[in-house]
């Protein structure tokens, strides 16, 4: 088992910034691929990234490219999402999970543990 815990959402203006937090516990961090997710009100649940298990590899949705980077530090079991130039469709409720699969996943069903989420506002 994996337990995953988001935090550092809230309420930012458009053009601004904020780092979102994943922390893990459970079984080995390290092993398992992360991936970001988000959902916003009356939407699916929709893919923003993913890191592999060593961090070398990222890959991110086109909507997000550019202004969002994850990063991942192994010997704290966290893993960051880290946003900038946020505009008002960035609105949403953003999860965390974990996959075995070694270099992550754009599809919900591959991941294995999800974290509660952390909601994130952008004001116009």
């Known amino acids: 088992q994996v337990q995953l815990v988001e935090s550092g959402g809230g309420l930012v203006q458009a053009g601004g910034s904020l780092r979102l937090s994943c922390a893990a516990s459970g079984r080995t961090f390290s092993g398992y691929a992360m991936g970001w997710f988000r959902q916003a009100p009356g939407k699916e649940r929709e893919f923003v990234g993913y890191?592999?298990?060593?961090?070398?590899?990222?890959y991110y949705a086109n909507t997000v490219k550019g202004r969002f980077t994850i990063s991942r530090d192994n010997a704290k079991n966290t893993v960051y999402l880290q946003m900038s130039s946020l505009k008002p469709d960035d609105t949403a409720a953003y999860y965390c999970?974990?996959?075995?699969?070694?270099?992550?996943?754009?599809?919900?069903?591959?991941?294995?543990?999800w974290g509660q989420g952390t909601q994130v506002t952008v004001s116009s």
């Open positions: 890191i592999n298990w060593s961090g070398e590899t990222t």
């Open positions: 999970a974990a996959t075995a699969r070694p270099f992550g996943s754009t599809s919900l069903g591959n991941y294995d543990y």
